[in-house]
């Protein structure tokens, strides 16, 4: 098999976001800073409900005091979904289904005891200000428990509203799918309020089966399809009392290879999982991991491999596909840089998480690889982004696709969409005879969620032929450049099987001059918001899945605990009938990228 090197490796996040099989038991555990006594109407509400009403569940968790956060339950009817959201307040409680993971570009629905009869559907773009509302109200109330300093709020919505205001939730049951991200956020005024640090996230796989957690089944198929694993993380760090940290750990390919007591190589990445401190888990942010030439902290060569977020489990590819390691003399350290979130200022902490990576001796019959597209090379080094909103657009050729695949196509695994912080909006096209045949985007760019996007969708075919559009677009920009106070552009396909242009990898980079394979740039000045195309907020006119915010007219499948709401007085609500749907927790990032070099 041909040897295929890549200057900038990438492992992309496969946000596999996961926690535990769905049982009773598991739910009852959320909450662990409360006494039994503070739990007694959650978990009323919990015996009545569960296995009933919803059979699946998750918990979001704060950045602040372990502990603390929001209990999501769900069940999935033919094309709608139930939501239950348990939350420790009393004035108010908002959730909702986020892009990235965080508040910009969220479709949110929220309840306010000021107005105790309805729910209100909104949505986010980029101001943290209180949530637009909706021009079409798609969510239904089914109920709400407000008693003894809890919330727990019970909405309807479909599946697909084919409101562009709405997030369509897609079956995310599949390996390679990004999981859904959820947020929630809640207070005691009775009119939504700023959320200070009650507000929460995780992500999950809605449609995933809960016969066996995600984490459970990974280990499983990854303990049998490798030969061993080895682990990059911190030992015992200790976390500072500051709001915002960021710490390096590097281990290099001969420490790694003694340690797992490998002399020859190649070996083969099969999978990844993440190491997280079950201690210090709420202050862990999220990571990211390199490799590079050494371990020199200073240095700008080196290519990301991993971006984890929390919750995720970690990813395993197909049986037959696999990344080399170490290969390229450019490419023999990995390091992982974790950044520390404390906003409590929580003193003693320690922590040693980081990523364990799963691997073989030798090869798999396929080799994954990643197109690089945009300017992954960062040729636009040093130059000025405009001030207000800018569009840099670089277009691949369809000769570079066809020179490359011949007569074969190749499967798109995931892409991998990467900005930095004044980054607002980035997509990657695939054109085919003219015609956009596929789209990924991040609507709302927020680099500090993740700093990358994994986007959600299903596997997809790149034929020969195919040209690729990637278009970035920029608010008052910094200059283009490698840290993340510069910017950069670049999509990143992961694929398989391996191409390569004579002894190259299949690149199609700005800038240096690649016969066939070069990227033409378009750069336009935007007047106004409107030049970024957004699909996400733009009205469409379409309130197919409408719902008026009040009471559900949908059966009774069980009472609360005293056979009506308890909210103080008996309410008009009535619990929505749904079917089951299947469940694990799965969350966060994670994929992968090959390690080699030009």
């Given at each position: 098999?041909?040897?295929?090197?890549?200057?900038?490796?990438?492992?992309?996040?496969?946000?596999?976001?996961?926690?535990?099989?769905?049982?009773?038991?598991?739910?009852?555990?959320?909450?662990?800073?409360?006494?039994?006594?503070?739990?007694?109407?959650?978990?009323?509400?919990?015996?009545?409900?569960?296995?009933?009403?919803?059979?699946?569940?998750?918990?979001?968790?704060?950045?602040?005091?372990?502990?603390?956060?929001?209990?999501?339950?769900?069940?999935?009817?033919?094309?709608?979904?139930?939501?239950?959201?348990?939350?420790?307040?009393?004035?108010?409680?908002?959730?909702?289904?986020?892009?990235?993971?965080?508040?910009?570009?969220?479709?949110?629905?929220?309840?306010?005891?000021?107005?105790?009869?309805?729910?209100?559907?909104?949505?986010?773009?980029?101001?943290?200000?209180?949530?637009?509302?909706?021009?079409?109200?798609?969510?239904?109330?089914?109920?709400?428990?407000?008693?003894?300093?809890?919330?727990?709020?019970?909405?309807?919505?479909?599946?697909?509203?084919?409101?562009?205001?709405?997030?369509?939730?897609?079956?995310?049951?599949?390996?390679?799918?990004?999981?859904?991200?959820?947020?929630?956020?809640?207070?005691?005024?009775?009119?939504?309020?700023?959320?200070?640090?009650?507000?929460?996230?995780?992500?999950?796989?809605?449609?995933?089966?809960?016969?066996?957690?995600?984490?459970?089944?990974?280990?499983?198929?990854?303990?049998?399809?490798?030969?061993?694993?080895?682990?990059?993380?911190?030992?015992?760090?200790?976390?500072?009392?500051?709001?915002?940290?960021?710490?390096?750990?590097?281990?290099?390919?001969?420490?790694?290879?003694?340690?797992?007591?490998?002399?020859?190589?190649?070996?083969?990445?099969?999978?990844?999982?993440?190491?997280?401190?079950?201690?210090?888990?709420?202050?862990?942010?999220?990571?990211?991991?390199?490799?590079?030439?050494?371990?020199?902290?200073?240095?700008?060569?080196?290519?990301?491999?991993?971006?984890?977020?929390?919750?995720?489990?970690?990813?395993?590819?197909?049986?037959?596909?696999?990344?080399?390691?170490?290969?390229?003399?450019?490419?023999?350290?990995?390091?992982?840089?974790?950044?520390?979130?404390?906003?409590?200022?929580?003193?003693?902490?320690?922590?040693?998480?980081?990523?364990?990576?799963?691997?073989?001796?030798?090869?798999?019959?396929?080799?994954?690889?990643?197109?690089?597209?945009?300017?992954?090379?960062?040729?636009?080094?040093?130059?000025?982004?405009?001030?207000?909103?800018?569009?840099?657009?670089?277009?691949?050729?369809g000769a570079c696709s066809s020179g490359v695949l011949q007569q074969d196509s190749v499967t798109v695994l995931a892409e991998y969409l990467h900005m930095h912080q004044t980054g607002v909006r980035m997509t990657n096209e695939v054109i085919r005879d003219n015609e956009i045949v596929h789209t990924s985007k991040a609507d709302v760019f927020e680099?500090?969620?993740?700093?990358?996007?994994?986007?959600?969708?299903?596997?997809?075919?790149?034929?020969?032929?195919?040209?690729f559009r990637t278009s970035c677009y920029y608010r008052d920009g910094a200059d283009f450049g490698l840290s993340s106070q510069e910017e950069m552009c670049v999509a990143f396909v992961m694929y398989y099987p391996a191409k390569a242009a004579g002894n190259f990898p299949w690149m199609c980079p700005y800038g240096l001059g690649i016969p066939v394979?070069?990227?033409?740039?378009?750069?336009?000045?935007?007047?106004?918001?409107?030049?970024?195309?957004?699909?996400?907020?733009?009205?469409?006119?379409?309130?197919?899945?409408?719902?008026?915010?009040?009471?559900?007219?949908?059966?009774?499948?069980?009472?609360?605990?005293?056979?009506?709401?308890?909210?103080?007085?008996?309410?008009?609500?009535?619990?929505?009938?749904?079917?089951?749907?299947?469940?694990?927790?799965?969350?966060?990032?994670?994929?992968?990228?090959?390690?080699?070099?030009?």
């Open positions: 098999m041909k040897t295929i090197g890549f200057k900038f490796v990438l492992l992309l996040a496969l946000q596999l976001l996961g926690s535990s099989v769905a049982t009773k038991d598991v739910a009852e555990a959320y909450f662990n800073g409360l006494e039994t006594s503070e739990k007694a109407r959650y978990t009323n509400w919990l015996n009545t409900n569960f296995g009933t009403a919803y059979s699946q569940h998750s918990f979001l968790s704060t950045a602040s005091a372990s502990g603390s956060g929001a209990a999501v339950f769900w069940k999935i009817n033919g094309d709608e979904i139930n939501f239950a959201i348990a939350a420790r307040a009393t004035g108010w409680l908002a959730f909702g289904i986020s892009e990235a993971g965080g508040m910009l570009g969220s479709d949110v629905v929220y309840y306010e005891t000021a107005n105790p009869d309805q729910v209100v559907d909104s949505y986010i773009m980029e101001n943290r200000a209180a949530p637009l509302r909706d021009e079409c109200q798609s969510w239904n109330l089914i109920s709400k428990t407000i008693s003894d300093g809890w919330i727990i709020l019970e909405v309807n919505r479909k599946l697909d509203t084919e409101d562009h205001q709405d997030h369509k939730i897609v079956n995310d049951a599949g390996g390679f799918v990004a999981p859904t991200r959820l947020i929630a956020a809640w207070g005691d005024n009775p009119s939504m309020s700023y959320h200070g640090t009650n507000a929460a996230r995780n992500s999950v796989r809605l449609f995933a089966d809960d016969s066996v957690s995600v984490k459970e089944a990974l280990v499983t198929k990854l303990t049998n399809a490798s030969v061993g694993f080895f682990d990059v993380t911190e030992n015992n760090y200790q976390i500072p009392a500051t709001d915002t940290t960021y710490m390096y750990v590097c281990k290099t390919a001969d420490e790694i290879l003694q340690e797992i007591g490998v002399t020859e190589t190649p070996l083969t990445l099969v999978g990844a999982m993440p190491v997280i401190s079950e201690e210090t888990k709420a202050y862990v942010h999220h990571f990211t991991v390199y490799s590079q030439p050494s371990c020199s902290i200073n240095t700008l060569d080196r290519s990301l491999i991993y971006a984890w977020a929390p919750g995720d489990e970690g990813w395993a590819l197909p049986d037959h596909v696999g990344f080399p390691l170490f290969e390229a003399d450019n490419r023999q350290a990995i390091s992982v840089e974790i950044h520390y979130n404390n906003p409590d200022l929580v003193p003693g902490q320690m922590d040693s998480s980081g990523l364990r990576f799963y691997y073989i001796n030798g090869e798999r019959s396929e080799r994954a690889a990643v197109l690089e597209l945009g300017d992954p090379t960062v040729s636009l080094y040093g130059q000025q982004i405009n001030n207000g909103l800018t569009q840099y657009e670089f277009s691949c050729p680099f500090d969620q993740q700093g990358a996007f994994l986007v959600q969708q299903e596997p997809f075919e790149v034929k020969p032929g195919d040209a394979c070069s990227q033409e740039l378009g750069r336009f000045d935007l007047e106004d918001a409107q030049g970024l195309d957004r699909v996400f907020g733009a009205s469409n006119g379409k309130c197919t899945g409408t719902g008026d915010g009040g009471p559900t007219d949908i059966p009774t499948l069980s009472p609360n605990v005293n056979g009506t709401v308890d909210d103080g007085e008996t309410s008009s609500s009535v619990r929505a009938g749904v079917n089951t749907v299947f469940f694990t927790t799965l969350i966060g990032t994670s994929f992968l990228y090959l390690t080699g070099g030009l």
